[in-house]
Nanobody, 114 residues
Framework: QVYLVETGGGSVQPGESLTLSCKAS????????MDWYRQAPGNQRELVAS???????EYSDSVKGRFTVSREYARRTTYLQMSNLQPEDTADYYC????????WGQGTRVTVSS
């Protein structure tokens, strides 16, 4: 069974930074693309960032230049470094991968407010 466990959410003020982590188990971590999604209250879940097994990254326009996705194979962990956070970044953040089927983590909440 594949498990994805996110940690690192919290409450910050605008302009501050947070790093989210997603630890994977039950899969060959070298294979799949790992994604970060977020869902704000009342909104649909949206793709924020992706990283392939080769290290290629993609970002949504709303976070490009502020967020960085990376993965550490030894720790089977994917990271989302978020800087210059703004109130519109407030959301539940989810780790996702497709490994024969879709797998999601339980989510971690990020709140940005002054």
């Amino acid at each position: 069974q594949v498990y994805l466990v996110e940690t690192g959410g919290g409450s910050v003020q605008p302009g501050e930074s947070l790093t989210l982590s997603c630890k994977a188990s039950g899969l060959n971590f070298k294979i799949p693309t790992m994604d970060w999604y977020r869902q704000a209250p009342g909104n649909q879940r949206e793709l924020v960032a992706s990283i392939t097994s080769a290290g290629q990254t993609e970002y949504s326009d709303s976070v490009k230049g502020r967020f960085t996705v990376s993965r550490e194979y030894a720790r089977r962990t994917t990271y989302l470094q978020m800087s210059n956070l703004q109130p519109e970044d407030t959301a539940d953040y989810y780790c996702h991968t497709y490994y024969n089927r879709d797998f999601w983590g339980q989510g971690t909440r990020v709140t940005v407010s002054s």
